[in-house]
């Protein structure tokens, strides 16, 4: 019996020895950082690692945009669009959701209906500290109502590539689009590769803009490539709600002459 007593009695006394308040499994007495989230990996001296809860985040934006080309049928008229996007940011995963609808007005007829609705998700990545890579692949759904019922499920992908120098960066992106809608009479489609390159400068931690030139196959066999280049700006007005502005002027005639958009987004 005596026996038993002494090791409950030693037994006892080494719990009480030990401490860890902050229960990240490293003693009161030699935890160099006392309470650390119990959502943290700790080193040797009870530091923070890393989180083991993933950060994640959504934001949704609405717009509105103009152009003078309805690009459904290649045909000048003033076109105004509105459009929605939500994005679901997880870590370097991020998804996204996109739909929009449009109205032209011309003089020989006026045109409405939603656009396709796309849901792509996208990968980041930074093989070097101030080079940024972003790899995407979506599906184009066809929510708008083609008059000749030829209008199918288009996929992309994509790739864009950031190089930050101090409160500048540069950047360029491919895009590929399988297309998927049938060849009707004299129309015929055709996959489309599109790239684009620019510059930008954080003039404040708040304020962006940048300069860019994109040029893209038209979806169609018969029309000259889009090219234009385009100014868009980045404005944080809080910690989370922003703004964004974009004017792009048309180099070619297949291309809007002028297209101005202006959109909002909240941030959660």
């Excluded at 288009?154 to 590929?176: E, Q």
Aim: aromatic fraction near 16%; charge should be negative.
């Amino acid at each position: 019996m005596k026996k038993i007593l002494t090791v409950l009695f030693l037994s006892s006394m080494m719990l009480f020895a030990y401490t860890d308040m902050d229960l990240d499994g490293v003693d009161d007495s030699v935890d160099k950082c006392p309470n650390t989230p119990i959502t943290d990996l700790v080193d040797a001296n009870g530091c923070s690692i890393k989180s083991v809860i993933s950060e994640q985040h959504f934001d949704i934006i609405f717009g509105v945009s103009y152009s003078d080309l309805n690009y459904r049928y290649n045909e000048r008229t003033d076109t105004y669009t509105s459009t929605v996007q939500i994005d679901y940011y997880k870590d370097a995963f991020s998804l996204q959701l996109s739909t929009s609808y449009f109205r032209s007005d011309s003089s020989s007829y006026d045109d409405s209906g939603l656009n396709d609705t796309t849901v792509a998700a996208y990968y980041r990545f930074k093989p070097l500290p101030n080079l940024t890579i972003n790899a995407g692949a979506g599906v184009i759904f066809p929510t708008y109502d083609a008059e000749l019922g030829n209008n199918n499920t288009d996929y992309t992908a994509s790739v864009n590539f950031s190089y930050a120098i101090n409160n500048s960066n540069i950047f360029a992106g491919y895009n590929f689009t399988l297309v998927g809608d049938d060849d009707v009479d004299t129309v015929q489609y055709q996959n489309t590769n599109a790239f684009s390159v620019g510059a930008g400068y954080y003039f404040t931690p708040k304020l962006y803009a940048s300069l860019s030139y994109y040029r893209a196959d038209s979806i169609y066999k018969s029309v000259e490539d889009i090219e234009n280049v385009s100014i868009y700006t980045f404005y944080s007005i809080d910690a989370n709600w922003f703004v964004t502005a974009n004017f792009a002027k048309g180099l070619s005639d297949s291309t809007s002459d002028d297209y101005v958009a202006l959109r909002i987004g909240y941030y959660f």
